[in-house]
């Protein structure tokens, strides 16, 4: 499974790789003497901004079509002359390698510090600056490391993935990331922007209760994460025994492994790439807003296509993943119904007293379908007759205590034995910070 990093880097090499074919899609063809020359014009060029940033020698974002001299200094009223695709691809190519050759004279996946800054003079000299500022991470760069062309003066990154500064996180988007063993809570008071990525969280509780535009789940392992309503989409890849609660409009799941997804999706779940040992179920759970999130976020409850799944595309042998030795390129692998039998609900904890009085949601606004809803009535049936025997049994109270302590001492042993006692401390230490922030 791929690290945050080994991704970014990944990344990267793909937008070097295709840049050719993206270049050819913005450009436009123009008679020139004998022969036919395509051409990008200004306007077309500032379309690689969905793809790539670009800073200037203070590190200070600027327009696409600015950072390059065929077509700085022009406006609107007199744009720069369309220039050749050779030369956009050349200059690109240039630059953009810039930036991944000092990203990689890091050690990958190593968290590094300096104490100097790297500007480019006007003359394309490195200056060496203190910077207490400095706390640069990850893509940054020392001097002694970086060789420098007279004429790099601008770096192109992919966008919001390799900046080369402390800010190298997309703007509006808030992170839930390495979570080990513990529960966390994110509500709408925690979010920055519209988007969450969720990513490398092993054996933990997330809870992102918040109306959001989109969310990434990335190379998280035995968890379980409760999302918020999702007016966009849902992307969750590299994920291993994962149990993902969700309502949204749209998800793609894609290189993932024995994980089950409770869905409210308003459009067919997509599967692609490298699954194994997936099921889905219907939505399972509610909070307090949830509602009020839905509609906010425009996801319709009464429609949920959870169970007409969409599989495409083909297994690519040289992924991330380990494959036989004998694997070929085979269509993708989608998903199975989780059984009736096997669906419980989820019951999402109530922190404070302003939630239970603000209460709006108080069942799942999701339709169960019929052999899901019998097989929780039957469930629910069970443990009520069962509750009922205790009160009505009779026999001496030293037995019947005794019945009662064996009652508990499995479940305690249960607890423990699932880790759920674990989850029961950190909920109760959430609600200790969460009434405490209410005062």
């Known amino acids: 499974m791929p690290g945050q990093a080994e991704e970014e880097v990944n990344q990267l090499t793909y937008v070097q790789k295709h840049l050719p074919n ?32 670009a800073k200037n020698a203070s590190l200070e974002y600027v327009p696409l079509s600015q950072a390059a001299p065929f077509f700085a200094n022009s406006d609107p009223d007199m744009p720069a002359a369309p220039v050749p695709v050779t030369q956009v691809l050349e200059w690109v190519q240039q630059h953009i390698c810039a930036a991944s050759e000092s990203l990689r004279a890091i050690p990958v996946g190593k968290v590094e510090k300096v104490v100097t800054d790297i500007h480019l003079s006007e003359s394309g000299s490195v200056e060496s600056v203190p910077s207490e500022a400095a706390d640069v991470t ?71 209760l918040a109306p959001l535009k989109y ?27 994962v149990q993902l ?23 067919r779940p997509l599967f692609t790439g490298d699954n194994h040992n997936l099921q889905v179920a219907p939505y399972n759970t509610f909070y307090p ?17 959870w169970d007409r799944l969409l599989t495409l595309g083909m297994v690519d042998p040289h992924d991330a ?38 209460l709006l949601t108080r069942a799942n606004p999701f339709l169960l379908p019929k052999p899901y809803l019998l097989a929780q009535q039957h469930r629910c049936k ?16 030293g037995k019947k205590r005794g019945v009662i302590l064996a009652i508990h001492g499995h479940f305690r042993d249960w607890l423990f034995a699932s880790g759920n006692i674990r989850q029961i401390y950190e909920l109760q230490a959430l609600d200790r910070l969460d009434s405490v922030g209410m005062e």
Request: proline fraction near 3%.
């Open 138 to 208: 990850m893509a940054d760069v020392s001097v002694s490391s970086v060789n420098v062309a007279s004429s790099a003066q601008t770096i192109l990154v992919p966008n919001g993935v390799l900046h080369l500064s402390k800010d190298w996180r997309p703007e509006g988007t808030t992170f839930v990331d390495g979570v080990m063993r513990a529960s966390v809570l994110r509500r709408e008071d925690d979010i920055k922007g519209d988007s969450v990525k969720v990513s490398h969280c092993h054996d933990a509780v997330v809870y992102v």
């Open 22 to 53: 993206l270049l050819s899609l913005l450009a436009e063809t123009t008679e020139e003497g004998e022969g036919c020359c395509k051409v990008i014009t200004a306007k077309k060029f500032e379309h690689l901004g969905l793809l790539l940033k």
């Open 215 to 241: 969310v990434s789940v990335f190379g998280c392992s035995d968890s379980i994460i409760v999302l918020g309503a999702v007016g966009k989409a849902v992307r969750v890849e590299y994920c291993e025994r």
């Open 321 to 358: 993943f380990i494959h036989p030795a004998d694997c070929t390129d085979t269509r993708s692998e989608g998903a199975t119904l989780l059984s009736p039998e096997k669906f419980m609900t989820f019951s999402v904890p109530r922190w404070n007293e302003a939630d239970s009085e603000m």
């Open 382 to 397: 069970a443990a009520e007759n069962l509750k009922q025997n205790l009160k009505t049994i009779t026999l001496e109270e």
């Open 245 to 267: 609660i969700v309502p949204t409009a749209r998800i793609t799941i894609a290189n993932c492994r024995e994980c089950t997804f409770y869905l409210g999706v308003n459009q």
């Open 289 to 305: 807003k949830l509602e009020a999130h839905l509609a906010q976020v425009g996801v319709d409850a009464t429609v949920n296509r």
